[in-house]
């Protein structure tokens, strides 16, 4: 069975902490992706990688980085966490398939999310 | 960029009822989407129909996808409450580099 863990359901810290949010997934998958679900704006895209050691920006990547330094795992940084990336965030997984590098649009495997709050 | 949009926003239906959900997109794509998400979780892939497929069943649930009118829906049949749960299509726009795009969601609940 399909499996994509991520390593707190609920975070809360204080501003200008550094966060690190991680993820595992266990299917061997090429991509991986972050997201942030906030009401109203529904998911946006922060960085997506594609193999290890590379990442792409999303259409919202101010204020945070990634890393992937494994091929299981993805993991993203908030530097300095400020209160206005309080938010859901969900990470998610898919094959490279029969799509080129740098293009991910198979069928994504979220995880449960992390409901993240800065104080 | 938001790509595809759902329509409409929410929906209430009675148990049994069938509910059908809109999805309409800007641009060509190679194909569309449907995931479903329950509260507090992550997104759950539902099915997946390409640009050249009209139609297409999984158990429940049929997906209609007219290119022409660049918009697909989604129609879930005898509706159960544990159906109820928020329904994003994802849009896998063409051309290089492109990402899935996701929707903002539908929140469909069904009442028992």
């Known amino acids: 069975d399909v499996k994509v863990t991520q390593s707190s359901r609920y975070l809360v810290k204080r501003t200008g902490e550094k966060v690190f949010l991680e993820c595992v997934q266990d299917m061997d998958h090429e991509n991986m992706f972050w997201y942030r679900q906030d009401p109203g704006l529904g998911l946006r895209l922060i960085y997506f990688?594609?193999?290890?050691?590379?990442?792409e920006k999303g259409d919202i990547p101010e204020g945070y980085s990634v890393s992937r330094e494994k091929k299981e795992r993805f993991s993203l940084i908030l530097e300095s966490a400020s209160t206005n990336q309080t938010s859901m965030y969900l990470c998610?997984?898919?094959?490279?398939?029969?799509?080129?590098?740098?293009?991910?649009?198979?069928?994504?495997?979220f995880g449960p999310g992390t409901r993240l709050t800065v104080l | 960029s938001q790509q595809g949009e759902e329509d409409p926003q929410a929906l209430s239906i009675q148990e049994g009822e069938n509910a059908t959900m809109n999805c309409s997109y800007k641009?060509?794509?190679?194909?569309l989407q449907w995931y479903r998400q329950n509260s507090g979780r992550g997104l759950v892939h539902l099915i997946l129909i390409r640009s050249n497929e009209r139609e297409k069943h999984s158990g429940r649930l049929r997906v209609t996808l007219d290119t022409s009118k660049k918009s697909s829906s989604l129609l879930i049949t005898a509706s159960r409450a544990a159906d109820t749960a928020s329904y994003f299509c994802a849009t896998d726009p063409t051309g290089a580099n492109s990402k899935l795009t996701f929707g903002k969601g539908i929140t469909l609940s069904v009442r028992p």
């Open positions: 998610a997984s898919s094959y490279l398939g029969e799509l080129r590098r740098g293009t991910a649009t198979d069928t994504q495997y």
């Open positions: 641009t060509s794509i190679n194909n």
């Open positions: 990688s594609y193999d290890v050691k590379m990442k």
